[in-house]
């Protein structure tokens, strides 16, 4: 469903690994496994660009100060089990340690970019901001927002469990503030009050 507003532009490093055209219906998060700091983005973003690069790929990548991008919207990345139709959103995390590590100051930072990333993407491609359930993933094919693990769940096709202890209500309550907060027209990130959880 076209709408009037833009994708964002960050800036972007092509991935060597990607394939052919789609229509984004859903946004898929992720975490890297990798630390949360200043740099790690562009750092993936190189990997996939480079000689060696995996066979993977994701659409953005995002670390406190930076999101990067490496595979247009309208062509599929290599980022889940089942890839045509969604976006791919990487988020700077190393996956372990206690659920509480995404309420320090870097993963904060890196959820608040995120929300913003998450809301422009909703707003240009008509994407629902709610957490598509595997049971309605499986019904309906990628639609709405979810994990690589929900990914997992419904369409199989990859052992990836990401991202562990994500905080789902906080992250969609600040995707939603976003969208408010663009519809009125100001270029500037919401900093909405929310739980930590």
Known sequence: MATNFSPPTPPFIAAR????????KALVI?????PDNVGTARAIAGMWAGPNSPMSSAHYTVDPKETIQSVGDHTVAYHCG?????LSIEFCD????????WDDKDSRAIIRRGARLAAQLCLAYGIEVKHSSVPDLKRK?????????????????????DPLDFPWVKFLAMVRAEVANI????????APKLPKR
Do not use: M, W
């Not at 690994?17 to 984004?24: L, R």
């Not at 519809?183 to 919401?190: E, F, M, N, Y």
């Open 183 to 190: 519809k009125q027209g100001d270029p500037k990130p919401a």
């Open 30 to 34: 992720h975490a890297t496994v990798s």
């Open 141 to 161: 094919g990628p639609h709405g927002i979810y994990g690589h693990n929900d990914s997992r769940l419904a369409f199989g096709n990859t052992t990836h469990s």
């Open 94 to 101: 190393e996956q372990k340690g206690p659920a509480n590590r």
């Open 17 to 24: 690994n990607h394939g052919g055209s789609q229509t984004p």
């Open 82 to 86: 089942f890839n045509q139709d969604s």
